[in-house]
């Protein structure tokens, strides 16, 4: 009766050591700073902005960061801010945590994923990327994206409303996301193309009609190059309707 007796003593004492325990760490959870800012980028992401730079932008968009509690910092409104940025794609900020029970730390944790660009255009005034969707992205001297280029007569409004499509096409193909390499578009808008294997220029003509286009250069490509060699051709023509027309070296 008397072991009982103590047992819930026992218990009853227990219990309001964890709980003042708990009280006393929410209090001070709820006190604990911003003391370190932590950017991770993705490792499938292009790198146009590296982690300075993404952090120089977080701490633009709150020059108070580090005088604030870590849970009166307004995540949504950084990560709003982080996606004027054209340059990234989605950005999720998180509040961490860290420390023992008399000590605590506060960490912002910022992960960033950039945009994938499909295309470059160099056109004498002007040097940017696109991506699928159309998004311009500057370029940068510190990262170069190994991606298709296109030169000449190419303003951004032909490129994005003209060329997307078909890039967009050849960037999902293995095949013509491998063989292409360059695409220059002449004053009237026709595109000249370069290869990596075989060393033929392609007269592809206009971008419309390109899937019948490609299904013409491709059965080209499967049926006659095998037999007479990649380097038989120097130019192989494309402008007119269902025809290819090659010229000799």
Same mark, same amino acid.
């Given at each position: 009766m008397f072991k009982s007796f103590l047992n819930i003593i026992l218990v009853g004492v227990l219990v309001i050591f964890v709980l003042a325990?708990?009280? $006393?760490?929410?209090?001070?959870l709820s006190k604990v700073g911003c003391d370190e800012l932590v950017v991770k980028i993705a490792e499938d992401s292009p790198r146009?902005?590296?982690?300075?730079? #993404?952090?120089?932008?977080?701490?633009?968009?709150?020059? /108070?960061?580090?005088?604030?509690?870590?849970? +009166? #910092?307004?995540?949504?409104? =950084?990560?709003?801010e982080l996606k004027k940025e054209t340059t990234i794609k989605n950005v999720e900020i998180y509040r961490r945590v860290t420390g023992e029970t008399m000590e605590f730390k506060g960490r912002l944790l910022v992960e960033v994923q950039q945009r994938s660009p499909v295309l470059r255009v160099i056109?004498?005034?002007?040097?940017? @990327? =696109? *991506?699928?969707?159309?998004?311009? #992205?500057?370029?940068?001297?510190?990262?170069?994206?190994?991606?298709?280029?296109?030169?000449?007569?190419? *303003?951004?409004? $032909?490129?994005?409303?003209?060329?997307?499509p078909m890039i967009n096409f050849m960037d999902e193909d293995e095949f013509w996301k491998a063989q292409i390499e360059q695409i220059q578009v002449n004053k009237n808008g026709e595109l000249l193309m370069a290869t990596l294997v075989g060393d033929?220029?392609?007269?592809?003509?206009?971008?419309?009609?390109?899937?019948?286009?490609?299904?013409?250069?491709?059965? =080209?490509?499967?049926?006659?190059?095998?037999?007479?060699?990649?380097? @038989? @051709?120097? /130019? #192989?023509?494309? +402008? @007119?309707?269902?025809?290819?027309v090659c010229t000799k070296k």
């Open positions: 325990s708990l009280a $006393f760490s929410a209090g001070k146009f902005l590296d982690e300075e730079e #993404i952090e120089r932008l977080v701490k633009k968009a709150d020059a /108070k960061l580090f005088e604030k509690q870590l849970n +009166k #910092i307004n995540t949504e409104a =950084l990560e709003a056109n004498g005034k002007e040097d940017f @990327y =696109l *991506d699928n969707e159309g998004v311009r #992205i500057p370029s940068s001297r510190a990262f170069t994206a190994k991606v298709l280029l296109v030169s000449g007569h190419a *303003d951004e409004k $032909f490129v994005r409303e003209q060329l997307l033929q220029l392609i007269e592809f003509g206009a971008p419309s009609d390109y899937l019948i286009k490609f299904r013409n250069l491709k059965a =080209l490509y499967e049926q006659a190059l095998p037999k007479v060699g990649w380097e @038989y @051709y120097s /130019k #192989i023509n494309l +402008k @007119y309707t269902n025809q290819v």
